[in-house]
């Protein structure tokens, strides 16, 4: 037996005053994210799976809570293990305060009946599909409080909350039973990604620097001593300011980190520069970060060659992931769900413990897990079971829910895993669920209200570039063998900032307009995802058998290479890669990567693993400064009302 297999719990990281101050982050995420990114249009802090926001909290707690409160009152500081626990509960809140969910959940709620007008005879073809429980209606069925949120109510004016509480209920209970499923599918992962396969996470790895640190932060070994660190977190920090600067003087100049190449091939070429991108990147083993940009120049040629000589796939596969390119979404498809049975296969002698461990045999093989697996397992259960009751509800059939909500957790898996082994800080599926279901099954098999609830499902499974299972991962590889009952507070996590951001937004969208606010989110975004279910309806569509040709052709590229990584011990391609070498954000970050690769390898090979240790402090602070910067100026947004001044993409 060895040391991850004791029986004995190594202790809990959970203390009351730890659970209190993430919730109050949490409400501060709520609150911020929603006024930064929809209001303000700053730099994305909580759009991807690095969440941004988060990181740049815990540094302010560091700083301020231990770094200043712990030089006059010690035993008030934070200690380490503290500071896991509202890392972990940040985590989980800026995954939900805006893409991840809110952003698309209250604009979608009510703007297929604001957006509709005589042209696109939604109130005829649409609203009755669409489940009337799932929209703030007025109790007479009438429009005139999402009228009111679009147009905004008159200074002085009461909000109209009365008709968003009944949907807010109902869709609450959707997603609690998902961040149910999520939390604890990674509670059971926990201990072989991290104890026997130990993935890198590199997106944990700056908090867990910060945490590290909180106990004595001016002392080594904390990573704020090293020179190294400052000198790369300076580095984003002095482009940013600049930047930042530029907006409130244009006298400022301005550095520009990105550039298109258009006219050279076929598709045009991104180049961007992201410094989190390169020190994420930089932390991941070498054949990897190879593989990231080696498959999407593949990927890339591949493309340019279909469109130059017209042997392009033509499917409507709405715009998330690789949709512009159906032939590699159908192939990323295919190869998710291979490396997905690959990950389980190879955690058959984990998984099996898991199950003898929830029947009562297991010899503590939970102990110290955020729960124990036998709870894991009835919530995981019991939350796919209300998800696929809701979605029946909700107009879907019961097959088609059942399949649905399983594609779409198996997708939330597949990326969790891809981004805690390659550290991609923002990426997405190549191919969503709904979408999935609808090329796979057709639309003409599937009811309009069917279409409808599969439609609507977008809030929560579409632009996936975060999600709660992310950061449920990150924060429970943070707390590791001394997490129990970590579970339910990353669910408490979730509910305060559910409520926190879904009632700000609600309230910026009546005080504001929500047409006034951001566009792609409460305009824009809607159009396209309800004109693409009017299509769909409309057209009555037979499964595509081509597209399933081609699923089956990534799937057998993908248990090659999975074959190969695990026989040829020279082999230098991750299978991983294969997945999102053709997603649209590969193909800006790409750049970011072969750079931080490229380093890498001149690191090691001149310097080996102490020039590493030395480098990787210069990369874990341009990580840093990069998100700190963009904090900085969210805040001075904040006081001075300045908008759009966006720093960094990514």
Not at 37 to 42: A, I, V
Not at 47 to 58: N, P, Q
Not at 109 to 114: I, V
Not at 164 to 171: C, D, N, T
């Amino acid at each position: 037996m060895d040391a991850t297999d004791s029986p004995t719990p190594v202790g809990s990281v959970l203390t009351l005053r730890a659970v209190v101050l993430g919730g109050l982050m949490c409400v501060v995420i709520g609150l911020a994210g929603p006024y930064w990114t929809f209001y303000l249009h700053s730099s994305t802090l909580f759009l991807d799976y690095s969440v941004a926001g988060a990181a740049f909290l815990l540094f302010v707690l560091v700083l301020l809570g231990n770094g200043l409160l712990g030089l006059f009152c010690r035993p008030l500081a934070l200690r380490p293990h503290e500071l896991v626990v509202v890392t972990a509960m940040m985590l989980i809140g800026g995954a939900i305060t805006t893409m991840g969910l809110v952003g698309y959940l209250i604009p979608n709620m009510s703007a297929p009946y604001y957006l509709a007008t005589p042209g696109n005879q939604w109130s005829t073809e649409l609203w009755p599909h669409l489940a009337p429980w799932l929209a703030p209606l007025d109790p007479n069925g009438r429009t005139l409080a999402i009228k009111k949120f679009f147009t905004g109510v008159n200074p002085g004016d009461p909000i109209p909350w009365g008709p968003w509480i009944k949907p807010l209920l109902y869709w609450s209970i959707l997603l609690i039973a998902l961040y149910a499923c999520m939390t604890s599918l990674m509670t059971i992962m926990r201990k072989q990604w991290v104890d026997h396969e130990h993935l890198s996470f590199p997106i944990a790895q700056v908090p867990a620097e910060l945490c590290a640190a909180a106990a004595s932060p001016w002392r080594k070994p904390s990573i704020l001593v090293s020179i190294l660190f400052w000198i790369g977190f300076a580095l984003p920090f002095l482009v940013g300011s600049l930047n930042g600067l530029h907006h409130y003087y244009p006298s400022v100049p301005k550095i520009t980190i990105s550039k298109t190449i258009a006219g050279l091939t076929p598709i045009s070429l991104p180049l961007y520069l992201s410094f989190a991108v390169l020190g994420f990147t930089f932390l991941i083993p070498n054949r990897v970060a190879f593989s990231l940009w080696f498959l999407n120049i593949l990927s890339f040629a591949f493309r340019c060659y279909t469109k130059a000589y017209g042997y392009e796939m033509k499917e409507d596969l709405a715009i998330y992931g690789a949709s512009r390119y159906p032939i590699m979404a159908h192939q990323g498809m295919g190869a998710m769900m291979v490396f997905i049975v690959a990950s389980l296969w190879f955690s058959r002698r984990h998984l099996a413990r898991v199950f003898r461990c929830a029947l009562g045999s297991g010899g503590g093989y939970d102990a110290g897990e955020p729960s124990s697996y036998r709870t894991a397992l009835l919530l995981l259960v019991a939350g796919y079971a209300v998800m696929a009751a809701w979605m029946w509800k909700a107009g879907l059939g019961p097959f088609y829910s059942m399949v649905f909500v399983l594609v779409a957790l198996l997708i939330f898996y597949g990326l969790t895993r891809v981004v805690a082994q390659c550290g991609v800080a923002v990426t997405i599926a190549p191919l969503i669920a709904p979408t999935f279901m609808v090329s796979t099954f057709g639309s003409a098999n599937i009811s309009s209200s069917g279409l409808a609830a599969l439609s609507m499902s977008w809030v929560w499974c579409s632009d996936i570039r975060t999600s709660v299972m992310g950061s449920a991962a990150h924060g429970i590889y943070l707390a590791r063998r001394q997490a129990r009952g970590l579970l339910w507070v990353l669910l408490l996590a979730a509910v305060i900032t559910f409520v926190t951001a879904s009632l700000f937004t609600i309230r910026l969208g009546y005080q504001h307009g929500a047409s006034n606010l951001h566009p792609w989110f409460f305009l824009n975004g809607p159009k396209y995802l309800f004109r693409w279910l009017a299509l769909k309806a409309s057209t009555g569509e037979p499964a595509n058998v081509q597209g399933l040709v081609w699923t089956g052709v990534g799937a057998f590229i993908m248990l090659l290479l999975v074959i190969a990584q695990r026989t040829i011990f020279w082999w230098p391609v991750h299978p991983a890669g294969f997945i999102i070498c053709s997603v649209g954000w590969t193909d800006i970050l790409w750049v970011s990567i072969f750079l931080a690769w490229l380093t890498k390898l001149i690191v090691v090979r001149v310097g080996g693993p102490r020039l590493y240790r030395k480098a990787r402090q210069f990369f874990l602070g341009m990580i840093l400064g990069q998100f700190t910067v963009a904090g900085v100026w969210a805040v001075v947004d904040t006081f001075t009302g300045s908008v759009g001044n966006s720093i960094f993409w990514i």
